[in-house]
């Protein structure tokens, strides 16, 4: 289904309008295919207009993803391949879209769409789909992340480490690291102008490229935006049923309520928050209980639009720094308003049998423990089943699989109780539901007396509903069966019949259960708004209430979720179609408008002058319905017309509009209608345009609800018809009439330019949900599907704005990377090269040299003026190119590749051909590198150890010297000290001797001195005694002086002999001195040799290490002469090389006549062949002939023998019977002449015999050549 806007800028197939696009040789390409969307190829030939495209034989759509490499070029894959003839021209700009692939071909993985070199449909298909497969459900194309259905919970994705991850990078990094500076609050209060815009460029946010996609990114950018921005949010979901919209919005109102909590995850929450926040969440599955059902598409499809504002308040954050408290948030979740569009509500009384159900609430209700049953309404609900209620049980589903009606009803129970829905007013909830199931039994059948009128059949059922409701059953059954009508003068009643008594019965209930719905929705409102509920933890009483009580206060921060019904075109499209469809007109309109400005900025901040920005925007559609005289306006006008019709209606909206564009007139049904969407065309069919947009419910019906004893019905009815007659009294109307009410158009119409309006205030975020296949199966994406969802949610239509003047862009440096060989740098650039100073700028200079260089010899010319104008714009860090001017950028590399290829390949064909000589070569070559890598080895080894010896000798010598005199100077030290010791020694013993002498003198002395006065006095004793007379004595006296004198004698003697030996001592003393003195001269000049025979041992290692080296020196010689020998050899080879090259050229040159005599031989022998065949077939038939001819002669050759069998044996006869001699002689001649002619007949049967038996041997092909050559 193309777009509009595809149609009218692109062509069908979303490729760019490449006009001075190329398609080249082995470019890896998509082909359209009316099975599968697109299929890879590659592109093998091109002939003019058509290009011969290898498409791989896939499995099955599922396998398709690039396409593996030709066949010819070593494919691995094994896949089987087929050629198609593609034209050319039947692609827009007669090109085809190329892939994204590698240099191996295989397709890459982009996180963000927006980076791809080509972005066009196919690409953008192929994208998601191999990131489907790998388990990827978000991809981002800008600043929209688009959500593949994975249909199954890839739970890692969506843990507290995630929520924690996004909320980091993107939030609370920079929060922390002071980086941002939150605009106060203040600029929330009406009237005053925002500063946000201010504290935008200052305070840029985090950029999320780094990380991978995720929904969380939006969740965090939008909690940021308002949050630190003060700048109201709002995330678009769309897509269409069971695309995943309504989990989205779950898991981003999930992530939001975890970010409120803080950088630290803290329990900032009191209980009042506590409480809101717990409120906001359960509110989700209680809408989902009464607003959701089966479908065929999805368990769980909302029947309804929402869209949820999240309150926060931001005052508490005034004037606070955020780090001085760790329990501090920037903006704390203060509440929640929901807005319902658009309750299916005919759901209540029909849908398909088939794995479809009505509202899960009916269910719940069924299936409700028997205490709640009996509760709510014994005498109907209590042992019910399915079965009991028509409107429940026309279904083949009685259950969802993995869902307890019953458990589910408990939670409803439970989810009611959180928004204060509880006890009586619970029952009563319940009991408005019993009647709307009530009412759907009834069974209407022809009054028999008047076909015109009805009567109500099921009389049991009417009483129980005239219970249910507390109403009259006679006043009910008037109501259902007759119809008030009044005009200016009376009023009367009209009888209904079957038919329509049915119709009016089925519309009150599902009129009840449209307002009971409301009712909830405003109750579940008065729950969870901030304005009612929410109690500041700080605040100073400014805006503290009663629960439910509505306060007054400045405006919360507001994060808006829109989880509405995609685009929709089925096979028949009611009144419900064209509303949804104008509500994503709507919503297309300011995604385009978004996506502009998106474009401006991206332009803005390259510093690209943003010019030719033309893309499609959908005003004419929006005009078409909803301008003064379109559709809608048409339509409101029938429905007050009394008598209103829908071909009148068709009439009137063909005839007003018929200069729109989008208006599709339907000449084969007068009552139907298409429009162009922008994305695609739909055909409504008008019947029942007039009776939906009415929805008027008779007003005996309405009064018979107003008198209801159920309070919820009657409070509702009564707030209506309030409404109403305050509406018709403001338009000065006549208040009884029914056909000036509001139109359910009418409603609509101002419920969404309320949202438009609201969502106008907001910063938008789009999420694009796709359903990929029907089957909910995970990893299995359908290629038509997706690619409709595509065009449909308007990723198409956003890469086509964002493409409008330059389709595809590539960073600067990736320019240089890829089309470097195509540049001659030497030639062009050099100059801003050398000038530019940052690397940004350096390769911004550098891309704008090579491609004005690159594209020169391209023109590109302005489609509209047709002047020429460049095909690129080089940005501050991307390229940005013109329609064709990267797919020529990419033909000139394939043809550079091909340029390098042929080279490569006349390089192998060479080897090839010269392989044993090039090897032979090569292994020379080996060796010869072998000897002389080896011989560096060994010279740079000999080199080290030559190195290491001279520095050991050095050091040695060193050392040897350093240790000599080391030696030396020990031993003079010892020599002196030993000198000094003996001289010390010597005197000291002779200073001791000369003491000992000295002191034996001196005892001597003494002795003899006392001895002496001995002596004397004994002399003087003995003079005494001779003085006295006595002889003897005198004599005795005289003895003792001889002895004495004798003694002195000896002591003289002795004391002679002892200085003689001392003296004698001394002489030896000195004597040894001058012996060691000469020792010790004598072992000195010993050291002295043996240290001199060691230098010398030492020099002589030296000298031999010198030889040593000398040695090598001339090895070095000899291998350096060996050297240019291999060197002159080398030259010698390659001599023989170049005559061999030579000879091979004049070989091929020889191969190639001889190839091409072999092709004449191999023609002639084709001939030669087909005579060959000819021979054997005729040679066939001679057998056949000759086989035959045998048949003949062997019957001759019989009939003869028979013949001359008779002849003898008639000549038998003759001779023994036969008288007459004559006619015996007569019979004997001729019976030798026939024996004769008998043996010559068989002779000459033998002889044709052997004839065409050689014949048949001899018969060959020349002779048959020889006779077809005569013939
Ligand atoms: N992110 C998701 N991960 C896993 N399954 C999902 C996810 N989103 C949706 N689904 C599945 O798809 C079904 C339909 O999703 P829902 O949000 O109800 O679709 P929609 O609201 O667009 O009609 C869900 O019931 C669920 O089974
Ligand atoms: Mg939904």
Redesign the pocket.
């Known amino acids: 289904m193309p777009t509009r806007e595809e149609e009218k800028k692109e062509g069908p197939d979303g490729s760019n309008t490449n006009t001075n696009a190329v398609t080249t040789l082995h470019h890896h390409v998509y082909v359209r295919s009316e099975d599968h969307g697109w299929v890879p190829g590659r592109v093998i030939r091109i002939h003019k207009e058509e290009a011969e495209v290898e498409i791989d034989k896939f499995e099955d759509e599922q396998a398709m993803l690039s396409c593996t490499t030709s066949a010819a070029d070593g494919d691995a894959s094994g896949n089987k391949k087929e050629t198609y003839s593609v034209d050319l021209q039947s692609y827009t700009g007669g090109v085809l879209p190329l892939q994204n692939t590698d240099d191996r071909g295989l397709l890459m993985d982009y996180e963000d769409m927006v980076d791809m070199p080509y972005l066009h449909e196919a690409s953008i298909l192929y994208n998601l789909k191999q990131r489907h497969l790998e388990e990827k459900?978000y991809t981002r194309s800008g600043d929209v992340v688009i959500?593949i259905?994975?249909?199954?919970?890839?739970h890692h994705l969506y843990q507290p480490d995630q929520q924690f991850y996004y909320a980091n990078k993107l939030l609370w990094d920079d929060y922390s690291k002071n980086r941002i500076v939150i605009v106060t609050p203040q600029l929330d209060i009406p009237g005053q102008p925002s500063s946000a815009e201010e504290a935008h460029p200052e305070h840029p946010a985090a950029t999320p490229k780094e990380i991978p996609p995720h929904v969380y990114e939006t969740s965090t950018l939008a909690y940021k935006g308002m949050a630190l921005w003060g700048q109201p949010q709002s995330i678009l979901v769309s897509?269409?049923?069971?695309?995943?919209?309504?989990?989205?919005v779950k898991?981003c109102m999930h992530h939001i309520a975890e970010l409120q909590h803080g950088p630290y995850g803290g329990n900032n929450n009191n209980d009042g928050t506590k409480i809101v926040v717990q409120r906001v969440l359960d509110s989700n599955p209680l809408l989902e209980a009464f607003g959701n059902a089966q479908t065929n598409?999805?368990?769980?499809?909302?029947r309804f639009g929402k869209y949820t504002q999240l309150q926060f308040d931001r005052q508490q954050q005034a004037s606070s720094t955020p780090f001085d408290d760790q329990q501090m948030t920037p903006a704390k979740l203060a509440g929640s308003i929901s807005e319902v569009y658009l309750l299916e509500k005919n759901r209540v009384v029909h849908h398909d049998r088939k794995n479809e159900r009505t509202f899960h609430i009916f269910y719940e209700l069924l299936a409700a423990p028997g205490n709640h049953q009996t509760a709510i309404w014994e005498e109907g609900l209590k042992g019910s089943t399915l079965d009991s209620f028509r409107y429940v049980g026309m279904t083949t589903t009685q259950k969802i699989e993995g869902v307890s009606d019953r458990n589910r009803f408990l939670k409803t129970v439970k989810a009611l109780e959180v928004v204060g829905i509880a006890g009586d007013l619970r029952h009563d909830l319940f009991r408005s539901l019993c009647v709307v199931l009530q009412l759907g039994n009834l069974i209407f059948a022809p009054d028999p007396t008047d076909d015109d009128k009805s009567v109500i059949a099921s009389e049991e059922e009417l009483e129980k509903l005239a219970a249910l409701m507390g109403e009259g059953q006679d006043v009910l059954r008037k109501a259902l069966t007759e119809r008030t009508m009044t005009t200016n003068n009376e009023v009367y009643k009209v009888p209904l019949n079957a038919v329509v008594a049915k119709e009016s019965c089925d519309a009150l209930a599902k009129d009840i259960y449209e307002k009971v719905f409301l009712w909830l929705v405003r109750t579940i409102n008065i729950a969870t708004s901030a304005e009612r509920n929410y109690q500041p933890n700080n605040s100073n009483n400014k805006r503290r209430g009663s629960v439910g009580k509505k306060t007054k206060g400045p405006k919360y921060g507001v994060i808006g979720l829109l989880?509405i019904f995609g685009f929709e075109a089925f096979r028949v499209n009611r009144f419900e179609q064209l509303c949804i469809n104008y509500a994503n007109e709507k919503l297309q309109y300011k995604f385009t408008e978004d996506c502009f400005r998106l474009v401006e900025a991206e332009y803005k901040e390259e510093g690209v002058p943003l010019d030719n920005i033309t893309y499609y925007d959908n005003t004419d559609v929006l005009d078409l319905i909803e301008g003064k005289t379109g559709l809608l306006a048409m339509l409101n006008e029938e429905c007050w017309r009394p008598q209103g019709n829908a071909a009148t209606f068709v009439n009137k909206a063909l005839h007003q509009n018929a200069k729109s564009s989008c208006l599709i007139v339907n000449t084969m049904d007068r009552i139907s209608f298409g429009v162009h969407h922008y994305a695609g065309k739909v055909l409504y069919d008008a019947d029942n345009f007039v009776r939906r947009n009415q929805d008027g419910l008779a007003s005996d019906l309405k009064e018979c609800a107003l008198r209801s004893t159920n309070p919820i019905i009657a409070g509702e009815y009564a707030a209506a018809t309030e409404e109403a007659k305050a509406e018709e009294q403001a338009a000065g109307r006549s208040t009884n009439s029914n056909l000036m009410a509001k139109t359910v158009w009418t409603k609509y119409k101002t419920q969404l330019s309320k949202l438009m309006a609201d969502l106008k205030e907001t910063e938008s975020r789009y999420v694009r949900?796709i359903k990929p296949n029907e089957l909910?199966a995970p990893l299995l994406l359908e290629h038509r599907l997706t690619i409709n969802q595509l065009r449909s949610c308007g990723i198409v239509s956003s890469v086509t704005i964002s493409r409008s003047a330059f389709p595809n862009r590539m960073l600067n440096k990736h320019v240089l990377t890829r089309f470097g060989g195509i540049w001659h740098r030497k030639k062009k650039g050099e100059k801003t090269v050398q000038t530019a100073s940052s690397l940004d700028k350096l390769w911004k200079a550098e891309a704008e040299a090579l491609l004005s260089y690159a594209l020169m010899a391209k023109r590109f010319k302005d489609p509209t003026s047709g002047k020429p104008r460049a095909g690129f714009v080089v940005g501050k860090t991307k390229a940005f190119f013109r329609e064709g001017a990267l797919e020529y950028l990419e033909a000139e590399r394939m043809k550079g590749l091909d340029r390098q290829a042929a080279k490569i390949q006349r390089a192998y064909r060479a080897f090839l051909e010269h392989k044993d000589e090039i090897r032979a070569a090569a292994a020379l070559r080996r060796r010869r590198e072998w000897h002389q890598r080896k011989y560096r080895e060994r010279r740079e080894k000999r080199k080290a150890e030559e190195g290491k010896w001279k520095a050991a000798l050095a050091q040695s010598e060193e050392e040897f010297e350093a240790h000599l005199a080391a030696d030396w100077q020990k031993f003079s030290e010892t020599m002196a000290e030993e000198d000094r010791l003996f001289k010390e020694n010597l005197e000291r013993e002779e200073i001791a001797r000369q003491a000992q002498a000295d002191a034996d003198n001196q005892q001597w002395k003494e002795k003899m001195e006392r001895e002496e006065q001995e002596w004397k006095s004994r002399m003087e004793e003995a003079a005494k005694a001779r003085s006295a007379p006595d002889g003897d004595d005198l004599a005795k006296v005289e003895a003792e002086i001889a002895a004495l004198k004798k003694r002195l004698q000896e002591v003289d003697l002795e004391a002679g002999e002892k200085v003689k030996e001392s003296t004698e001592h001394l002489k030896e003393a000195r004597s040894e001195k001058t012996k060691l003195d000469f020792k010790i001269d004598v072992d000195a000049t010993q050291e002295e040799r043996d240290l001199k025979r060691e230098c010398i041992f030492a020099k002589a290692i030296l000298e031999e290490r010198e030889n040593f080296i000398e040695q090598l020196k001339r090895e070095q010689k000899r291998l350096g002469k060996m050297f240019d020998r291999t060197k002159a050899k080398k030259a010698a080879t390659e001599e023989s090389n170049k005559t061999l090259t030579e000879q091979c050229k004049t070989t091929s040159v020889k191969f190639e006549r001889s190839r091409r005599q072999s092709i004449t031989l191999g023609q002639g022998i084709e001939s030669k062949q087909d005579v060959y065949k000819a021979v054997k077939e005729r040679n066939q038939e001679l057998h056949a002939l000759t086989s035959k001819q045998d048949e003949a002669y062997s019957l001759l050759a019989e009939s003869k023998l028979e013949l001359q069998h008779t002849m003898a044996a008639i000549l038998e006869i003759v001779q023994n019977e036969c008288k007459d001699e004559e006619l015996r002689s007569a019979v004997m001649r001729i019976n030798v002449k026939t024996s004769r002619d008998a043996y010559k007949q068989m002779k000459l049967v033998q002889q044709m015999q052997q004839e065409a038996m050689k014949n048949r041997k001899d018969f060959s092909v020349s002779d048959l050549d020889q006779s077809w050559a005569v013939h």
């Open positions: 459900p959500a259905n994975p249909y199954q919970w890839y897509g269409e049923s069971g695309a995943g919209k309504t989990e989205t898991i598409r999805n368990d769980n499809s909302s989880d949900c909910k």
